[in-house]
């Protein structure tokens, strides 16, 4: 069980918006940057935000993110079916002296 | 091109053991902190391991503390993961990724994966 929550699932009809919400504490969000992964069906994971609200090269700016105390928040505006995969978040945990994946989000477009 | 292959998996026995390599390119590999990271079947990922450029500073999670070990070749542009006293929970699909800042943990790079499966 990861020390990271997140919602299991979230839809959403296309062009609309969604958030998804990834719960920690002061030994992981709290005190280290959070990174967010997307993954496709069959492919491995891709940053898709690093260090909270950063974009890289190539990521669509329809994709946010956020940070706040111990939680963090990937939004997704103009929902299109391409976007349909899960989605981790992660970060440094402090106690487990070790990199933490939060428990994943599948985002289905309906 | 920035190029992570990893190579090594395939069926291995409970309690036998196994190496992965994963080969990279493409960038200045001595530069960097290298990560393993696995996904079993249906799950979320989970971080494995991680090496600093020059191996200085090594980690492991728990699961596979004493049982793993992680090693770099700079000469070779390679990185290694033995793994020893195999369980079925190790049982995943092994990434080989490329943390772009060097302790943030902000893996930039991910590798196809290696299949590894652990099975009487």
């Known amino acids: 069980q990861s020390v990271l929550t997140q919602p299991p699932s979230v839809s959403e009809a296309p062009r609309q918006r969604v958030t998804i919400s990834c719960s920690g504490s002061s030994s992981n969000i709290g005190n280290n940057a959070v990174h967010w992964y997307q993954q496709l069906p069959g492919k491995a994971p891709k940053v898709l935000i690093y260090y909270e609200d950063l974009l890289p090269s190539g990521v669509s700016d329809r994709f946010s993110g956020s940070k706040s105390g111990t939680s963090a928040s990937l939004a997704i505006s103009g929902l299109q079916s391409e976007d349909e995969a899960d989605y981790y978040c992660?970060?440094?945990?402090?106690?487990?002296?070790?990199?933490?994946f939060g428990t994943g989000t599948k985002v289905t477009v309906l | 091109e920035v190029q992570v292959v990893e190579s090594g998996g395939g069926l291995v026995k409970p309690g036998g053991s196994l190496r992965l390599s994963c080969a990279a390119s493409g960038f200045t590999f001595s530069s960097y902190t290298m990560n393993w990271v696995r996904q079993a079947p249906g799950r979320g990922p989970e971080w494995v391991s991680s090496i600093s450029s020059s191996s200085s500073y090594i980690y492991y999670a728990d699961s596979v503390k004493g049982r793993f070990t992680i090693s770099r070749d700079n000469a070779k542009n390679s990185l290694y993961l033995q793994m020893n006293s195999l369980r079925a929970e190790d049982t995943a699909v092994y990434y080989c990724?490329?943390?772009?800042?060097?302790?943030?943990?902000?893996?930039?790079?991910w590798g196809q994966g290696t299949l590894v499966t652990v099975s009487s």
């Open positions: 990724a490329r943390d772009r800042d060097s302790g943030s943990y902000h893996l930039d790079y």
């Open positions: 992660a970060a440094w945990d402090d106690s487990l002296n070790g990199y933490v």
